[in-house]
């Protein structure tokens, strides 16, 4: 407060007014009440313009002495200057003095000073209002004489600061006492400006990183505890009791609680950065140390941190605890031994954090004595929490969503800061309530996003990487929308004759819709696979079902059969991007030209097939628009580009496809899922495959377990000619039972497995039979069923064919 030349003693009363958007009082002081008449219950809420009494000019009756009015006269009513402080119309600090009416009768006036300074912020305060009576500064003498104005009034019309300050060189010293970062010479300068100038420094900025905040400045309502703790420890270091709050500690009260409101505010923005819950629990733990406590360690549920669901109902003593962040101003490592990150742990009862947890509510322990901490630690096993614990303030508060707790942190103080108090539980309250939501956000995204890659990953085949005569490699990439669940596939069909069969799909849309129909057209595409259809034909009965499925059905497919035995691909497409051979003689890529085709759905439009001739070692990539599309670009830029990183040489398929994802995985904010399939081709040499025609009649049975056993010789599989010999005159024997005459062929293939074929020109396919002790007929097929790896039956153009699988030792494959 300025100073006069007759200094006035004691305190000087001052009304603090807030006003919010409205024009309304949101805040009246009883500084205001003593000043200006009416109590808070009367002034909030009103308009602040009618709660001022102003009424004008003196009544003519009214006898006012010259001296009373001194040089603020002519400034009968609010003045120019608060007048448009409070209709809204400055967005800056201002100063003034005005004469306002009295309680005391229609001819008592009282000179008024008064501050005014905008408030910025997301609340409805928008004006501050300081007020308090003129004549207090001036001793009480109505009419002394007014302090003498500097510089021509620079500050607000009628009011002026003093120059006869009698120890200005004192208050620059001792500037720095409330602003310790403050320099001697900045502290001279402010000094200066307000002494000498009359210049109010009106916003002064310093950034510095503090330790520690005081607590908050606020006499609180309820802090009847906090003083007898206080005074505990006053009494044990020999010094006075702090002093009783003074009376109007409701005016601190309300600055204290905005800035409260302004510390969860500047928390809720610092959290929530991201839905990653590692992050998330760090910057909660930063937020509140060393702002609000010294030491902060989140615990959370173990089904929280491992993305799974915990059982409904309150916590127990069974329920472990993973200790996720411990942030803290000590020592470093003072924690990390007692209560390392990382650990699980459950809660006993009778202690503070156990009352939390199964509660929901904080729990406020202002001072932790020694006895209290002996009686907390004793609850723990194998540890001592004492030093850590003891002559501290703790608060427990607990994260919770949806009124479920997910965990809890554990605040401490130290024995220098202010303890917790009431309305510090209800601050750490509120945080953990933040906290606490976007913890479950977090944790529920991650746990979305689990299930989106276990539903992904159910729908996507485990590819053997060696089939028979090639070797296959695959990737898959989720898209980043629609919780990166899409309808892209792949798939590899092992088929009879040692062929595979190629598939690369992409359902247009996004999202567990075409999710879902991707699922059900791979499994179909497996089941007409199995059926040994060509590929023209496979994609027009999987047009024909999407229809029936629904209009919304659409998709592109590609489809391939790789024979390793005839050295060829056999390709129909429907409205997929086109596969990229990368020949192995020269290293040449290229895209494979093929009808295009309509997608699956469309209907009505025939599909057309084509025969690609293939070496060993040439490649095969075959994948979706994801990989190759960019928005504003041309797709045939990714085409060419999907050309050359398909032909850099590589030492393994997985080497060879990763390549190409790093090419063209990161073009352009990838937003669509991706789904690459690559294989090599080795081919099956001519002398790994032989092939007899039989005779449909029963003498031709002994032959064909004599050709069988020679070419096991012949070929160094002597191990498996018993077996192979005894299945393969199972086979045929119902093949001439059932062909009457016709033809019957066997061939065996030898390609890491042994695979023998038996094919007749009967179409009807054999089944299982349960054959009884007295029956002739009927064992044949579960003779096979039990000694092969794999056995199958299918059409073929003229009949049908029965095949089986034997395992070979790994060192004579």
Not at 121 to 142: F, N, Y
Not at 262 to 280: A, H, K, M, P, Y
Request: glycine share 10%; with cysteine; net charge negative.
């Amino acid at each position: 407060m300025p100073g006069t030349g007759r200094s006035p003693q004691g305190r000087v009363p001052l009304a603090v007014v807030v006003v919010d958007r409205a024009g309304r009082v949101s805040h009246w002081s009883t500084g205001a009440r003593r000043l200006f008449g009416p109590g808070r219950e009367e002034a909030v809420g009103r308009p602040v313009a009618d709660l001022l009494p102003v009424s004008g000019a003196l009544p003519d009756d009214c006898v006012e002495p010259e001296a009373a009015r001194g040089p603020y006269g002519a400034h009968d009513g609010l003045g120019h200057g608060l007048e448009e402080s409070l209709g809204g119309r400055t967005s800056y600090p201002a100063a003034g003095r005005a004469r306002l009416d009295t309680s005391a009768g229609p001819c008592e006036r009282i000179d008024v000073l008064w501050w005014a300074y905008p408030l910025v912020g997301p609340g409805p305060e928008r004006l501050l209002v300081l007020a308090a009576d003129a004549r207090r500064l001036s001793g009480g003498d109505p009419g002394a004489e007014g302090p003498r104005e500097v510089a021509g009034e620079r500050m607000a019309p009628g009011f002026a600061l003093h120059t006869d300050f009698p120890a200005a060189d004192e208050l620059a010293r001792r500037l720095p006492e409330i602003l310790p970062s403050m320099s001697v010479r900045e502290s001279a300068r402010i000094v200066g400006q307000v002494l000498e100038l009359g210049y109010p420094v009106l916003e002064f900025s310093q950034q510095d990183r503090v330790p520690v905040t005081a607590d908050w400045g606020v006499a609180r309502r309820t802090e009847r505890q906090e003083r007898r703790v206080r005074a505990e420890r006053a009494a044990a270091a020999g010094v006075p009791s702090p002093r009783r709050p003074p009376d109007d500690a409701e005016d601190l009260e309300f600055m204290a609680v905005r800035e409260r409101l302004e510390f969860l505010n500047e928390v809720s923005g610092r959290i929530g950065s991201s839905l990653d819950l590692s992050r998330t629990i760090i910057e909660v733990s930063r937020a509140v140390v060393p702002r609000f406590s010294d030491v902060a360690g989140t615990y959370l549920r173990e089904q929280v941190v491992a993305g799974e669901g915990f059982p409904e109902g309150p916590p127990d003593t069974t329920t472990m605890w993973h200790r996720v962040a411990v942030e803290h101003t000590d020592e470093p490592g003072r924690w990390d031994d007692v209560v390392p990150v990382g650990e699980s742990m459950p809660f006993p009862a009778h202690t503070p954090f156990f009352q939390c947890m199964t509660t929901g509510d904080p729990v406020l322990v202002p001072y932790i004595s020694e006895e209290m901490g002996n009686a907390i630690a004793a609850q723990f096993e194998k540890r001592d929490i004492r030093p850590l614990i003891n002559h501290r303030s703790m608060l427990v508060v607990p994260l919770k969503a949806r009124n479920v707790v997910l965990g809890f942190m554990i605040l401490l103080r130290h024995r220098e800061r202010p303890v917790f108090n009431d309305m510090d539980r209800v601050t750490g309250a509120e945080l953990a309530a933040r906290a606490g939501l976007v913890l479950d956000n977090a944790r529920m995204y991650a746990y979305q996003e689990s299930v989106a890659e276990t539903l992904q990953d159910s729908m996507l085949p485990h590819i053997e990487p060696h089939m028979p005569g090639c070797d296959v490699a695959t990737r898959y990439l989720p898209g980043a929308l629609l919780g990166r669940v899409g309808g892209d596939w792949f798939d590899s069909i092992k088929l009879p004759g040692a062929r595979t069969a190629l598939v690369v799909g992409d359902v247009m849309g996004h999202g567990l819709n075409s999710a879902a129909m991707m699922g059900q057209l791979r499994t179909a595409v497996q089941t007409m696979a199995a059926l040994d259809l060509p590929p023209a034909q496979l994609l027009r009965n999987l047009d024909d079902l999407a229809q029936r499925l629904g209009e919304h059905y659409l998709a592109t497919c590609l489809y391939a059969v790789y024979d390793p035995i005839a050295g060829g691909l056999h390709l129909a497409n429907a409205g997929h991007i086109p596969p990229v051979i990368v020949r192995a003689a020269d290293g040449r890529s290229e895209l494979l030209e093929l009808p295009t085709g309509a997608p699956i759905g469309v209907g009505g439009v025939p599909f057309e097939s084509v025969r690609i001739p293939v070496a060993p070692g040439d490649r095969v990539v075959m994948c979706t628009d994801g990989l190759v599309e960019v928005r504003g670009e041309d797709i045939g830029v990714g085409l060419a580009t999907l050309c050359e990183s398909a032909a850099h040489p590589a030492a393994s398929m997985d080497d060879a496809c990763d390549t190409i994802i790093r090419s063209l995985a990161g073009r352009g904010g990838r937003k669509d899922d991706v789904a690459l399939l690559m294989v090599r081709t080795s081919g099956i040499e001519p002398g790994d495959v032989a092939q007899w025609e039989l005779d449909g009649e029963p003498s031709e049975v002994p032959r064909a377990r004599g050709l069988v056993r020679r070419q096991l010789a012949l070929w160094g599989l002597s191990d498996v000619e018993y077996v192979a010999e005894l299945m393969v005159s199972e086979l045929v024997t119902n093949a001439v039972r059932h062909t009457a005459g016709g033809r019957v062929q066997v061939r065996l293939v030898r390609s890491g497995t042994l695979l023998c074929e038996v094919e007749d020109t009967e179409h009807t396919l054999p089944t299982l039979c349960s054959a009884g002790p007295g029956d002739e007929f009927g064992r044949g097929l579960r003779v096979v069923a039990r000694l092969a790896r794999e056995w199958g039956t299918s059409r073929t153009a003229h009949g049908k064919t029965v095949w089986f699988e034997l395992t070979l030792r790994r060192e004579r494959v």
